[in-house]
């Protein structure tokens, strides 16, 4: 078994040596990347305190150093850590495909979908044959290029937050793994960007690591697409722990799962609702568990009270 992994480690840093660029490659990574590059912009607004973004932050600077229960340090080592296990995982699933044998298929997808394409025109139009080849091809080009990557990105998102839903929720409702395990992340009362993915070893693997490759297993998308995927989850869990409510950016405006829903849940008195993660709320919304904004100010209201 440890010959086998060592050996597929060995053969990803020989593609990455011979081509960094490959769409498998660069799903490696071009998400980590994206993590460090996203958050140091929030974590430049946080330093600088411009007053235009002020407006926008959900606490204030002495919130965090007040508040949180870990160093920054610490964050940053557990969290380079938990990308290295995902590098490792990803190179166990990522398989190093060259461009011919990649052009090979798409060409042979692409073939079956324009087959099928034109047997449905066929039936239903009476055009000359040479039309309906034409549009056959642009149908065939629409559903392999756009409509069906769509499809797996979407339905690649509702696995990855049924995953993490039920994981969470678990993390929280069983004592045990919550002190020893999901406590860690929780000790950032005051979240920020780079804080995203600050967990237990064994909780950002069984979390996020496995929610990902589950997500991407089963959807079977391509290592481009993969790419896209990976990226955009990364970004979309920094931005939900950026500690800005910014109306205009389009990760927080299209979903309402975002950094003020979020931050609910790393408060005391929200801290057993708001379990979805990262990108939509409807398992909150089905099984109870949602704490809205409205309620927000009356739950924190009556917490302070009772304390």
């Given amino acids: 078994m440890l010959n086998i992994l060592l050996q597929k480690l060995s053969t990803s840093y020989y593609a990455i040596q011979n081509d960094p660029w490959a769409d498998d490659i660069m799903a490696l990574w071009v998400p980590i990347a994206a993590y460090w590059t996203y958050s140091m912009l929030f974590h430049f607004l946080m330093v600088a305190e411009i007053p235009y973004?002020?407006?926008?932050?959900?606490?204030?600077?002495?919130?965090?150093?007040?508040?949180?229960?870990?160093?920054?340090?610490?964050?940053?080592?557990?969290?380079?850590?938990?990308?290295?296990?995902?590098?490792?995982?990803g190179s166990?699933?990522?398989?190093?495909?060259?461009?011919?044998?990649?052009?090979?298929?798409?060409?042979?997808?692409?073939?079956?979908?324009?087959?099928?394409?034109?047997?449905?025109?066929?039936?239903?139009?009476?055009?000359?044959?040479?039309?309906?080849?034409q549009l056959a091809l642009t149908m065939a080009n629409g559903l392999y290029w756009a409509i069906i990557p769509g499809i797996q990105l979407f339905?690649?998102?509702?696995?990855?937050?049924?995953?993490?839903?039920?994981?969470?929720?678990?993390?929280?409702?069983?004592r045990f793994l919550y002190k020893h395990f999901h406590s860690h992340h929780h000790r950032l009362y005051v979240p920020y960007a780079f804080g995203a993915l600050y967990n237990h070893p064994v909780e950002g693997f069984l979390l996020d690591s496995v929610g990902a490759t589950l997500a991407f297993e089963l959807t079977r998308?391509?290592?481009?697409?993969?790419?896209?995927?990976?990226?955009?989850s990364t970004l979309k869990t920094v931005d939900d722990h950026c500690g800005y409510f910014l109306p205009w950016n389009p990760l927080q405006f299209l979903f309402g799962n975002n950094v003020k829903f979020h931050d609910i849940h790393h408060q005391a008195y929200g801290i057993k609702t708001n379990f979805s993660q990262p990108f939509f709320t409807f398992w909150d919304s089905l099984l109870g568990t949602e704490m809205i904004s409205d309620s927000r100010r009356s739950k924190k209201s009556d917490f302070a009270k009772s304390n």
């Fill in 53 to 89: 973004f002020e407006q926008y932050r959900i606490h204030t600077a002495e919130d965090s150093s007040k508040r949180n229960r870990v160093s920054v340090k610490r964050v940053v080592s557990m969290v380079t850590f938990q990308q290295l296990i995902q590098v490792i995982l």
């Fill in 92 to 133: 166990l699933v990522l398989h190093p495909i060259n461009s011919q044998t990649m052009a090979s298929q798409q060409e042979q997808k692409l073939n079956v979908l324009i087959y099928y394409c034109s047997k449905l025109i066929d039936t239903f139009s009476s055009s000359p044959q040479e039309r309906n080849r």
């Fill in 155 to 174: 339905i690649a998102m509702v696995i990855m937050d049924t995953h993490q839903y039920f994981l969470h929720r678990l993390f929280h409702m069983n």
């Fill in 221 to 232: 998308m391509t290592p481009r697409m993969s790419m896209i995927f990976f990226t955009f």
